[in-house]
């Protein structure tokens, strides 16, 4: 299975692509301790799961006026203050959704046949993902535009055969 | 020469990225046209046929390997050309679509340079 610090900097980079080619926000390591739930106030969580050779979870945290500020970004406008909490909650699924893509097109050379699901989105206060026993975790801590924290964790176990 | 375009995702946000994305690719279109899934873009197709529609592949109801099977059967948009729009990467997959009836493949993250590249072609 994939070394926790592979996976890590896989999904670092899968962010990376993802913030660079399409949201057009930077996009840093913080490089903090690992968090255990999502940014004080208003937040969402986007998560999306993956079955095949390694199953488990992807989730992206972060507050809801980043989330605003990525879905404005997205679709062009100035600002995502007018967005709904549903526009913005699609484009934080869209967010996980691409981001696993190309985690998955990553590590395609050593799991294959990962079947990724539709992607889901939580928002309320205090929100962390709950994946069950056995899995590794891989957690990414990252600072957007210097503002705003967005985690990302990989919750992920070898299938059994 | 006018053409029509059709979006296909289950995300509308995810529509409107595409449109703006098409948008700043340079090509123009006089008619678009949204639909949430495979089912629903097919209605449409039969009410009013487009040139190009851009897919996605994982939606519910119908998904987008499901929708480009049956578009290909409907005599309306036999000459629709179909562009794969996704996360998904794997040649297998993409195989599969272009001999299933896909005129191409998009791979999501975008950008406006990409689908200039692959609509181009079926502008004239």
Redesign the interface.
């Known amino acids: 299975m994939l070394e926790q610090m592979t996976m890590e900097q896989t999904i670092l980079d899968a962010a990376r ?2 913030f660079e ?2 949201i057009f926000m930077d996009i840093e390591s913080a490089g903090s301790e690992p968090q255990e739930t999502s940014p004080e106030g208003a937040a969402l969580m986007g998560s999306i799961t993956f079955r095949g050779g390694l199953e488990g979870c992807l989730t992206i945290c972060l507050s809801e006026a980043c989330a605003r500020s990525i ?1 404005a970004n ?3 406008m100035d600002s995502g203050d007018q967005l709904s909490l549903s ?1 913005v909650g ?2 934080v ?2 967010v996980a ?2 981001t ?3 985690i ?2 990553r590590i ?1 050379n050593t799991y ?1 046949d990962l079947q ?3 992607p889901t989105v939580v928002s309320g206060r205090q929100l962390f993902p709950m994946p069950g026993e056995d899995f590794t975790r891989g957690q990414v801590c990252t600072t957007l535009d210097e503002i705003f924290p967005v985690t990302f964790s990989m919750y992920y176990k070898q299938a059994q055969s | 020469m006018s053409k029509s375009l059709m979006i296909v995702d289950d995300s509308a946000t995810m529509r409107k990225i595409i449109m703006k994305t098409v948008r700043m690719s340079g090509l123009e279109f006089d008619r678009t046209e949204e639909a949430g899934n495979g089912a629903e873009a097919l209605e449409k197709l039969k009410s009013a046929a487009v040139d190009i529609v851009l897919c996605d592949i994982n939606m519910p109801e119908m998904n987008g390997v499901e929708f480009v099977k049956q578009a290909r059967q409907m005599d309306c948009s036999k000459n629709t050309k179909i562009i794969m729009v996704s996360t998904e990467s794997g040649q297998d997959l993409i195989d599969n679509l272009i001999s299933s009836g896909a005129n191409g493949y998009i791979t999501k993250p975008f950008t406006p340079e990409r689908f200039q590249e692959k609509l181009t072609p079926f502008m004239n």
């Open positions: 692509e993802v080619t399409m879905a997205m679709l062009g526009e699609d484009a699924g869209e959704n691409m696993m893509g190309s998955k097109h395609q294959n990724v699901s539709i």
